[in-house]
């Protein structure tokens, strides 16, 4: 079943911080982050397994709450480069890899 | 590296005409995924494929669409009789392995436009 991602669209000023939510109704084993920048393919930005992982890259970070079935993506500090649709992917166990809906962010100057 | 290849990058069709769209894999990778996304919407799951077991096809819309592997690498997915509403970014994806929850590596695509 496709995860639920809220907000679907964000604005910001560059130097503001985002948070982007994924939630889920089934038991989850990971899950992933992907940016889609407009007329590319998706590209990876972390994977988070069960235990309530978090992780970071750069001013990029997750957390995974799996008791809740839910994780959340932070952007601190955005910058201009940041602006894309982020996509969570989330799968149970050795299987199928399903995405939300996406969220649309875009950095303003 | 060589990254996930997709061909065409671009196709047009006429409805009712048969397609078929070509992914080659990254080398070693043994999990490769198909995913469609139409205009400023999401990623659809379609069909995966996981070493030797038996694809998951569950994500197909309809038995006009079919994929097969061969060899553990090369995957081809076909359409028949193409319809306006397959239109859609075709996305091909690959991993090392699903259990060591590696990441996805995607194409960039194939643009179809059935008209």
């Known amino acids: 079943q496709q995860p639920v991602q809220s907000p679907q669209a964000v604005i910001l000023r560059e130097g503001e911080d985002a948070v982007i939510n994924c939630s889920s109704s089934k038991a989850l084993y990971s899950v992933h982050w992907y940016r889609q920048k407009h007329g590319e393919a998706p590209v990876f930005l972390m994977i988070?397994?069960?235990?309530?992982e978090q992780k970071g890259h750069d001013k990029i970070s997750a957390s995974f709450n799996e008791k809740k079935q839910q994780s959340s993506l932070y952007l601190t500090a955005s910058q201009l480069s940041y602006s894309g649709t982020y996509f969570c992917g989330t799968s149970q166990g050795a299987q199928k890899l399903v995405f939300g809906q996406g969220t649309r962010l875009t950095i303003n100057p | 590296g060589a990254g996930v290849s997709q061909s065409p990058s671009n196709k047009v069709t006429e409805k009712g005409k048969d397609v078929e769209l070509r992914c080659d894999p990254i080398?070693?990778?043994?999990?490769l995924y198909w995913y469609r996304q139409s205009l400023g919407q999401g990623l659809e799951f379609l069909i995966y494929?996981?070493?030797?077991?038996?694809?998951?096809k569950s994500g197909l819309p309809s038995d006009r669409f079919s994929a097969e592997r061969t060899g553990g690498s090369v995957s081809t997915l076909t359409i028949q009789r193409t319809q306006q509403e397959d239109s859609a970014v075709y996305l091909c994806?690959?991993?090392?392995?699903?259990?060591?929850?590696?990441?996805?590596?995607f194409g960039n695509g194939t643009r179809l436009t059935v008209t």
């Open positions: 994806a690959s991993s090392f392995r699903v259990r060591d929850f590696s990441p996805l590596h």
């Open positions: 494929f996981q070493g030797n077991s038996a694809p998951d």
């Open positions: 988070l397994l069960k235990g309530g």
């Open positions: 080398s070693g990778h043994t999990a």
